[in-house]
Nanobody, 127 residues
Framework: VQLQASGGGLVQAGGSLRLSCAAS????????MGWFRQAPGKEREFVVA????????YYADSVKGRLTTSRDNAKNIVYLQMNSLKPEDTAVYYC?????????????????????WGQGTLVTVSS
């Protein structure tokens, strides 16, 4: 599976962005999908995951209530709607696909569970 993340950019604090992750090569309907981010000088961190069916999402506490993920398996795309953005959301955002079985948050939040990664899209939130 090849993944292409897009939609990043510069936005003021409190603003919104929608990221997209377009897949090619295989249908994503068999994959759980995740979003991770990496801020400058920091380690990559988990943001959110969505199960293959679209029923079941897992959010990091830092983004709950502000970021929402969804997927359209027919279009082979996953979305990350980002609202009420904060300067601390500034990072490169990566989408990833997992063919492995996960049953809990800890599993979805581990980058080791993901087989395929996109190249990342930069989100910059100004104060």
């Amino acid at each position: 599976v090849q993944l292409q993340a897009s939609g990043g950019g510069l936005v003021q604090a409190g603003g919104s962005l929608r990221l997209s992750c377009a897949a090619s090569g295989r249908t994503i309907s068999n994959y759980d999908m995740g979003w991770f981010r990496q801020a400058p000088g920091k380690e990559r961190e988990f943001v959110v995951a969505i199960r293959w069916s679209g029923f079941g999402t897992y959010y990091a506490d830092s983004v709950k209530g502000r970021l929402t993920t969804s997927r359209d398996n027919a279009k082979n795309i996953v979305y990350l709607q980002m609202n009420s953005l904060k300067p601390e959301d500034t990072a490169v955002y990566y989408c990833a696909a997992s063919s492995l079985y996960c049953s809990n948050y800890a599993c979805y939040a581990s980058s080791y569970e993901y087989d395929y990664w996109g190249q990342g899209t930069l989100v910059t939130v100004s104060s």
